[in-house]
């Protein structure tokens, strides 16, 4: 028989599955469970009964537990409308008929279909998914103090059987130990995104308000799913046109698609607004026009998004306007915006990323010397924004002194999920052990025990505002994120939000077991391969202490020989001061003396060559190359071994990953092995460039049996990357 064009090309397109794996699906890919668990679900989850009243939440978390059902048990599964009012009046659907229903609401709601079920948390955002019997029959109930919450259950739900949850012990309990669970959009109003490595911004700015891109709700979702509940749309360097009238109605476009979700819209404020878009000659924050102005901004603002989250500012850092321009400090300034939007119950999150041109202090002092004075004199909606360590992002830094210390003011972290100085989006980094390692460190400020984490979820001074801010690795890549594994940073940055006391290594395996496979080998396998990713980076690019080795601007490979730029703190010479001598930045009593911004047993354990272990050495000690670092291994001679270590590992990082190829798709799989080569060739230009000049600077000879770099140090000098991305 001849086979005609068009059926071939019917077999083509019956071929093709319903999803390609271009990673778009994220975590919620819904894979059918594996048959014994697919069908002890089956059994327990037979319909959904939609909710008595119907809200956007609502409905939302209704239809998510559809699609999520219908993929994880292979079949579509039906919503039935709610039971009748004379049903309920007797009693609930009766009998046997309930039997495998999935029933969802606030717990008062649920009374009136007759499930007593109790959320013990207050937590407006806490939920409880458990199984019950109604009049005999078998239930799962999602119960939630708000519709809000009951979304968050029914993602709970989804996500315990997508990790191969036993669905025969169902009893899920939660509730969020920080408020404001944010993302940071460094996002421009032409699209571009500043340290943005996965294509465009998500908000088409032209198209909006009427264009409603599916993207949006989709963005919403994946947010919901891991309890974000809060998006900063706009870049930190912020324009002031974002608080026109037109911004303002394309913000509030957004803001509606998000809100079915729990997602409020937060916007960066520029501090001189008022004489940019405002026709003011000033931006005093005590003069009585200038605070009149954003006071009517604020209700501007409130009108066309009434639950609009608040502002996000930058000032007086990095040329940023703010009141320091007009003789006033950070409070001064952040009082007057939270005065503004006091009233409509929003915040302000004031950033402590400052740093001087003028000023002569480590550049690692200067945001604990500026905010610690002010401690106190911020206002009760006012919570100051503190980047997770004292410089900038580094694929390592000690945690930021201010947390801990100032106890007054409520802090909060800032992370940057996004890979600025971490290789971009090509480089397999997965940051969940960087966040957990910041979470974890003590501050000693009231004792042991006083951790970051305690600092974030405001237990440590009992403070009521606690947020969270992870600067967002999201575009229009379509998986979002440039590579698989960057999703995974995003995942596990919003369930850190939600609990900082979780671990990084199970959340590896939550997020690989929905984004992959929950075979038990694979999930293993690839938790270890991921874990690995963490330390890489660490030592092909900044070992033992190393920070901010980057190359000028884009901070796109390495350029530790860089000593040109005007502002001290802006080149790599600042940051690791090596020359014939020795290496590193002696932040001892002798030297910038930062160590005194830590409490003192934290200081002493940073002060003593003994307890400051290798991550940290060179980041508060300035040695000689000769200093012995172990009983016969010189300093020189242990970085150049992390440098060729970071190769290897990466080298281990591609073993493992090809060695997983049976568990995953070919599309996936042939991403992710690609950007490790990316990864493998840039780890090795990063090594040699920086053996290279280290050697010259040192004039130390390569230890024996250590391979030359590829090529002389000029070379390395002479990279220009004028078109790098971010
Ligand atoms: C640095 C980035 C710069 C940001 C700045 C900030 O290089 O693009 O504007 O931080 O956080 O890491 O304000």
Redesign the pocket.
């Known amino acids: 028989m001849k086979i005609g064009p068009w059926l071939v090309l019917v077999m083509v397109l019956v071929a093709v599955p319903a999803h390609a794996e271009d990673g778009y699906r994220l975590w919620l890919r819904y894979a059918e469970l594996p048959a014994a668990s697919r069908e002890r679900a089956a059994e327990r989850l037979r319909f959904i009964e939609a909710p008595a009243a119907s809200t956007s939440t609502l409905t939302a978390a209704a239809e998510e537990l559809e699609r999520g059902l219908t993929g994880l048990l292979g079949r579509p599964i039906d919503v039935v409308p709610p039971a009748g009012v004379e049903e309920r009046a007797a009693g609930g659907a009766a009998g046997r008929e309930a039997d495998g229903a999935v029933l969802l609401g606030t717990p008062e709601s649920l009374a009136v279909r007759g499930a007593r079920i109790a959320v013990d948390s207050e937590s407006p955002d806490a939920y409880r998914v458990t199984d019950a019997r109604i009049d005999g029959a078998g239930v799962t109930i999602i119960a939630g103090n708000t519709d809000v919450a009951v979304l968050y259950g029914a993602f709970a739900l989804l996500r315990y059987l997508a990790t191969n949850g036993d669905p025969a012990r169902l009893d899920l309990e939660s509730s969020p130990k920080i408020k404001y669970r944010l993302l940071n959009h ?1 996002d421009n109003l032409d699209r571009t995104v ?2 943005g490595y996965a294509g465009q911004s998500l908000w088409d700015w032209t198209t909006l308000p009427e264009y409603r891109d599916p993207r949006y709700r989709d963005y919403a979702r994946a947010n919901a799913s891991i309890g974000i509940n809060g998006t900063v749309l706009n ?3 912020a324009n002031a046109d974002i608080l026109t009238a037109p911004y303002l109605e394309k913000a509030a476009a957004l803001a509606e698609e998000f809100r079915p979700y729990g997602i409020r819209v937060y916007l960066s404020a520029r501090f001189s607004a008022p004489m940019e878009i405002g026709g003011l000659t000033t931006a005093d924050p005590l003069d009585p026009d200038v605070r009149d102005w954003w006071r009517r901004k604020a209700e501007e603002i409130y009108a066309a998004i009434p639950d609009f989250g608040g502002f996000l500012v ?1 000032a007086n ?2 040329g ?1 306007p703010g009141p320091q321009d007009f003789g006033r400090t950070h409070a001064d300034g952040a009082n007057m915006l939270a005065e503004a939007v006091a009233p409509f119950g929003g915040i302000v999150m004031w ?1 402590a ?1 400052v740093y001087s041109d003028t000023n002569p202090e480590d550049r690692a002092k200067q945001a604990y010397s500026e905010f610690m004075p002010l401690d106190g004199e911020f206002a009760d909606n006012v919570i100051v924004q503190v ?1 997770n360590g004292p410089i ?2 580094q694929p390592r830094e000690p945690f930021h002194p201010l947390f801990g210390a100032m106890q007054e003011t409520p802090l909060m972290v ?1 992370f ?1 999920v996004t890979k ?2 971490l290789g971009f989006a090509s480089h397999l980094v997965y940051l969940g052990p960087l966040f957990e390692e910041v979470l974890r460190a003590d501050t000693f400020r009231k004792g042991k025990g006083s951790t970051v984490a305690r600092v974030a979820d405001g237990s440590l001074y009992g403070h009521e505002l606690t947020a969270m801010a992870g ?1 967002a690795n999201t575009g229009t890549d379509r998986d979002w994120t440039g590579s698989t594994f960057n999703q995974a940073n995003w995942y596990a940055y919003g369930r850190l939000a939600w609990d900082p006391e979780l671990g990084a290594e199970s959340l590896a395996g939550e997020w690989l077991r929905q984004t992959f496979t929950n075979d038990a080998d694979f999930v293993e396998a690839a938790t270890e391969l991921m874990l690995l990713s963490r330390e890489a980076p660490v030592n092909y690019m900044t070992p033992l202490g190393l920070a901010h080795l980057m190359a000028t601007g884009h ?1 796109y490979g390495p350029g530790p020989w860089v000593s040109n730029l005007a502002r001290p703190e802006w080149n790599p010479v600042y940051y690791h001061r090596a020359d014939a001598d020795g290496i590193g930045f002696d932040r001892t009593e002798t030297g910038s003396d930062a160590i005194s911004q830590y409490a003192a047993p934290v200081a002493r354990r940073f002060a003593d060559l003994k307890t400051v272990g290798d991550e940290y050495l060179l980041w508060f000690h300035h040695l000689p190359w000769t200093y012995e670092i172990e009983p016969g291994v010189t300093l020189w001679e242990a970085l150049v071994r992390r440098y060729d270590l970071g190769v290897a590992q990466v080298e281990e990082m591609q073993q493992r990953w090809v060695a997983l190829e049976s568990y995953v798709d070919a599309e996936r799989f042939a991403k992710t092995s690609q950007l490790l080569q990316v990864q493998l060739r840039e780890a090795k230009w990063w090594r040699d460039a920086c053996i290279a000049f280290f050697r010259a600077v040192s004039g130390m000879p390569l230890p024996e049996g250590v391979a030359q770099p590829e090529h002389p140090l000029g070379y390395y000098m002479r990279i220009d990357n004028p078109y790098a991305p ?1």
């Open positions: 460094w500043e340290r870049n930190v360097n930058k850092s990095e940023q950033r990323f980047k900038d992002f800032e940057q600025e100085y600067v901070h971010g």
